[in-house]
């Protein structure tokens, strides 16, 4: 529940940024930090009338952000919740709590009625199309059967099976579902259709039950109970009994698998089936950060098998993973390989190259497209011909590198421009708001900086030279691009206590006298600055921590 609070939150104030201070910061570092901004802000400090009324301005942000932070209760909202979070209505009750986690609790149970609200409206559509193609006279011809044919020269390519299921989910109460699914499947002229209503119901925090209700052309009305159950912390349990009835009578049907946890990142199956296919499967699934890897065996009828897969996954912005599995059993062999790259924000593009016998070579195309699924196997070849296997191979990648650039990447770009183009006209008004801030904090710092550095000048200390904060253009690709920074310099040095500059690990947007010049793109800090006589320069991320100089500062050049 609070996820789904998070998203509705906009949110650009930062209390712990603008007093720069750690999340985890004591009381006696928070008033520290309050006392010193104060003493920089307070407008009794101030004789000019229009500078009075800024640094009034500063001053009662800067007490908000110690109000909130000074508080255990009001501060245990705020880092659950933000901003937002203290708005709410509600918090008469919540304020006699005590702990963060009992905060937690009275927020979720305020949270619920609406959370109830939004679960009636969604019914989360699943959806699967498979179309098969058989491709087999691309390279299964033989040319004396073709010389008498005219238009022989063109080889065929058909459409030979498609399939079509859907479902969509229909919340009763916050703890019952209705779930109704629909297919249809056609295959060399022949086809049919089913449907099927299901009912599930969350029993305890421990497990569901599911009653299930179908009917087709295909086949007779079914009816079936699916039970899901944890045993332990670690096992769980899952059953699943139907009958079928047709017109060669009531086919029964029994699947149980249990699971346990091996260790962090393993699980262990063993599945058994009872009924017309009947089956023992075991299991076993690592799962990493970078590795996907399964071990499985089957005895059963019609078929007993011994299969390994494994999947790298590549930490990149798309999301990028190989894998690779091998097949043997009773029926043949069969090798797969292939890849699946993130090519949108809610899309995931996958090929797959089959290779086996007495299969032969196919080409499997997959795309998820949020929660649809559209599926195109291509059969190749019955034959293991290497001219196949090759264009399964090179074919998709040539045609995805293609695409990539000439179609994905530029809608990608253009969609990102979008986007911030978007997001600068929704946050412009903030922004104007924030640079004005920014710009006053500068002002009322002017005679604090002065101080500061004639103190640093006489102990040869830290002395800010010039500073920036925005987007840095260093990619030679990208110079055509408007570079977009601020001079913080005064701001920075500002902060500078004992010959030391200390910044926590959060946006520094949101420091005083600092805003944010480029809403939504990536953004750095470079300094220019002089200890003990010597000239230095470091470049810091937006949300990585800064200390200089530091502890060993032997070189005239960091990071």
């Known amino acids: 529940m609070a996820a789904s609070f998070m998203e509705d939150e906009v949110d650009n104030d930062d209390y712990y940024s603008l007093l720069n201070v750690r999340r985890e910061a004591t009381q006696e570092e928070l008033k520290a930090s309050y006392r010193r901004l104060c ?6 400090k101030h004789r000019d009338p229009e500078l009075k009324k800024q640094a009034e301005q500063l001053f009662n942000l800067v007490h908000q952000a110690y109000e909130v932070l000074s508080d255990p209760q009001s501060r245990a909202i705020y880092d659950i919740y933000g901003k937002k979070g203290l708005e709410m209505e509600g918090w008469e009750v919540v304020e006699r709590k005590r702990t963060a986690a009992e905060i937690r609790e009275e927020f979720e149970r305020l949270q619920r009625e609406r959370e109830e609200r939004r679960l009636q409206q ?9 179309v098969g193609i058989d491709a087999t006279e691309l390279f299964d011809r033989y040319d004396e059967d073709f010389e008498d044919i005219p238009g022989s020269g063109f080889p065929q390519i058909e459409i030979n099976r498609m399939h079509i299921s859907q479902s969509i989910e229909a919340p009763l109460t916050a703890t019952d579902t209705a779930i109704l699914s629909g297919s249809l499947s056609t295959q060399n002229g022949n086809g049919g259709g089913s449907i099927n209503l299901a009912l599930r119901r969350v029993t305890s925090a421990k497990g569901w039950g599911e009653l299930e209700f179908g009917a087709g052309d295909l086949q007779g009305p079914l009816f079936g109970l699916k039970i899901f159950r944890n045993l332990t912390p670690k ?27 091996l260790d962090k990142n393993t699980m262990g199956y063993i599945q058994w089936r009872w009924g017309i296919q009947s089956a023992m499967n075991t299991s076993i699934v690592r799962d990493t950060k ?17 299969m390994v897969s494994y999947q790298h996954k590549f930490q990149d912005e798309e999301q990028t993973r190989l894998k690779g599995s091998i097949k043997a059993g009773f029926f043949g062999t069969l090798v797969e390989y292939g890849a699946e790259r993130k090519i949108s924000r809610h899309s995931v593009l996958g090929a797959t190259v089959s290779v086996g016998v007495p299969q032969g070579v196919s080409l499997k195309i997959k795309l998820n497209r949020a929660s649809q699924t559209y599926f195109f196997p291509i059969h190749l070849t019955d034959q293991l011909l290497p001219s196949a296997v090759f264009y399964a191979t090179v074919g998709p990648l040539v045609i995805y590198v293609a695409m990539h650039r000439l179609i ?16 600068r006209e929704n946050s412009a008004t903030d922004v104007l708001q924030k640079k004005q801030e920014a710009e006053a904090a500068v002002r009322l710092m002017q005679e604090s900086v002065r101080r500061i550095i004639e103190a640093e000048e006489a102990r040869m200390g830290l002395i800010i030279l010039n500073a920036w904060y925005g987007k840095f253009v260093t990619d030679n690709s990208k110079r055509n691009e408007r570079v977009k920074v601020i001079d913080v310099t005064v701001p920075l040095q500002c902060l500078v ?21 480029c809403v939504g793109e990536e953004k750095s800090l470079k300094i220019l600055y002089q ?29």
Do not use: W
């Open 39 to 44: 003493m920089l802000y307070h407008p009794d």
């Open 122 to 130: 969604r019914t989360n559509p699943k959806g699967t199309i498979s």
């Open 235 to 261: 096992c769980f349990f899952t059953t699943n009994c139907a009958l079928q009835f047709s017109s060669r009578g009531i086919r029964p049907g029994l699947t149980t698998m249990v699971a346990r946890n």
């Open 290 to 306: 970078n590795s996907h890897f399964t071990l499985a065996f089957q005895l059963g009828i019609p078929h007993s098998f011994m």
């Open 408 to 423: 994905i990447k530029p809608y990608l770009r253009a969609q990102k421009e979008k986007e911030l183009e978007k997001q």
């Open 497 to 517: 206590k004992d010959s030391k500059l200390i910044l926590t690990e959060a946006s520094k947007s949101g420091l005083p006298g600092f805003y944010d010049p």
């Open 531 to 559: 200890f003990r006589g010597v000239m230095h320069q470091v470049m810091s991320g937006d949300n990585e921590p800064l200390r200089i100089p530091k502890q060993s500062h032997k070189i005239d050049t960091d990071g």
